[in-house]
Structure formats: structure tokens, C-alpha cells
């Protein structure tokens, strides 16, 4: 992240580019997520018709508890669902941030990007398993004191190490690298990889997080990237994929 700012700080008009998808896609996302916030008594009510016969007490204990759990999943599927569709909308303005950072580190051998469609399909899977771990969240913030905590904690370590695998997808697949390869390439340095997609997960975290942070990351990811590829050996490009 750090060689990110770097990068982009001699680049402004790019950092700018790379938040306008960004800044969209929040506003969209936060209006649905204050609605529902605004909503929230009447949904919990909603999904606890069983509870309407309960002491007051344990009634309210327990739409209080849903009404944590529901805001942690829904935090959490926001940032997954913010990830995705930027990624998608924004693929064109961050394929120029990817290929900038790809010159200011050197020159490089680097054939087309994912396109469009794959871009499309890979932001797809992200906002759906994004979905399947809000529902896990969901369900952990029922875990008495210790519960909202811990589905934010497994909430960004999964999102996070998701989200590095796509970042680090565009440049890697620019050079041939397939899901295969790229998943044995990365083997030895997931701890990197898990630790550059907590930090950039946390980051999304924040109210306007990810409207500053998403270009920032693709250039990091950029980076990283290189960072693995160097210690290789030469990759014969047309040797694999593409």
C-alpha cells in the first residue's frame, strides 16, 4: 500500500480517475444502507414475529442482538458488494492505473487485460461470496459479548483475502498467468498477499475508505505483484496462457 501512495502521488489525474467509479458506487451503496439503517426497527420486528408474545425484556434482547448482527452482515456485505461492482464499472479507469504503475516500476512484457466480461464475472463471485460471508457474519453476531467483534474480524480476513486474489489478478493474467497458476504462484507468499488484502479490507471499512483507498490498491496490488514475479525465474510469456 505504502508504494501505492508513492506511485500515485507523481500521478494526481490517475488517482482522481480511480476514484470516480469509486465515489459512485459508494453513494449508491451507502443511500441503500441508511435506508435500511432507517428501517431497522421494523425489520427486525419483521424476521421476529415469533417474539411478539415474549416479555418485553427478552423481546427486545433479542431484536437488539439481530439488529447488531444485521448491520455487522450488512457492513460487511457492503464493503464486499462495493469491491465488486467498482471493480467491474471501474475496470477501464483501473487497467490504466495497473499498466502506469507497471512503467513507473519498468518496463514490462504485458499482453491484454481481463476485459470487460471477465471483469463482469469476477466481480460477480466477489459480491457473491461477499454475500455468503455477511450470512456467516450474521449468524456470529448471535455469540453472546464477543460475537459482533468477531464476525467484523472473520468478516475482513475473508473479504481481505479474496479481494488481494482479484487485485493481483490484473496484472497476472496480463502476462498469461491463468486462476491455476496464479494460485500456485502465490502459494509461498500468501501471508503478503493476506496481509496487503486485510489492510486494504480495513480500509474499506472507514466512511469514504474506499472512495481514496480503491485506486491506491490497484496500484499496490500492481506492485506486489511484481514484487512475486521478480522472485522467479523468467516466465516465458507466451509459454503460458495467452
Known amino acids: 500500500m505504502p508504494r501505492g501512495w508513492q506511485l500515485l502521488r507523481t500521478r494526481p489525474k490517475l488517482f482522481v480517475l480511480g476514484m470516480v467509479p469509486a465515489f459512485v458506487v459508494f453513494c449508491i451503496l451507502s443511500a441503500a444502507f441508511v435506508l435500511l439503517v432507517l428501517n431497522l426497527g ?12 415474549w416479555t418485553e425484556a427478552i423481546r427486545t434482547l433479542v431484536r437488539v442482538l439481530l439488529a447488531v448482527a444485521i448491520v455487522v452482515g450488512c457492513v460487511m456485505l457492503w464493503s464486499a458488494t462495493f469491491t465488486g461492482i467498482t471493480l467491474t464499472v471501474g475496470d477501464p479507469f483501473y487497467e490504466r492505473i495497473w499498466r502506469a504503475t ?26 457473491v461470496v461477499g454475500l455468503g ?24 480476513v475473508l473479504s ?13 493474467e496480463a502476462r498469461g498467468l491463468d486462476g491455476a497458476a496464479q494460485k500456485e504462484l ?15 479490507q480495513a480500509c474499506f471499512l472507514v466512511p469514504f475508505g474506499g472512495v481514496l483507498v480503491m485506486p491506491v490498491a490497484v496500484a499496490g496490488a500492481t506492485v506486489l505483484a511484481r514484487e512475486i514475479l521478480d522472485d522467479l525465474p523468467a516466465l516465458p510469456y507466451a509459454a503460458v496462457k495467452g
Request: charged fraction near 15%; charge should be positive.
Open 186 to 200: 502465490l502459494r509461498p507468499y500468501r501471508r503478503a498477499v493476506l496481509g496487503f488484502g486485510v489492510v486494504t
Open 160 to 172: 481481505g483475502r479474496l479481494l488481494a486474489r482479484g487485485l493481483l489478478a490484473r496484472p497476472m
Open 42 to 53: 421494523n425489520v427486525t420486528a419483521w424476521l421476529t414475529p415469533f417474539a411478539d408474545d
Open 133 to 156: 460471508f455477511s450470512i456467516l457474519v450474521l449468524c456470529s453476531g448471535f455469540i453472546p459479548v464477543i460475537g459482533p467483534v468477531f464476525g467484523v474480524v472473520l468478516g475482513v
Open 102 to 127: 507497471e512503467e513507473m516500476i519498468g518496463p514490462a512484457k504485458l499482453g491484454d487485460g481481463v476485459g470487460f466480461w471477465r471483469s463482469a464475472l469476477d466481480g460477480l463471485k466477489l459480491a
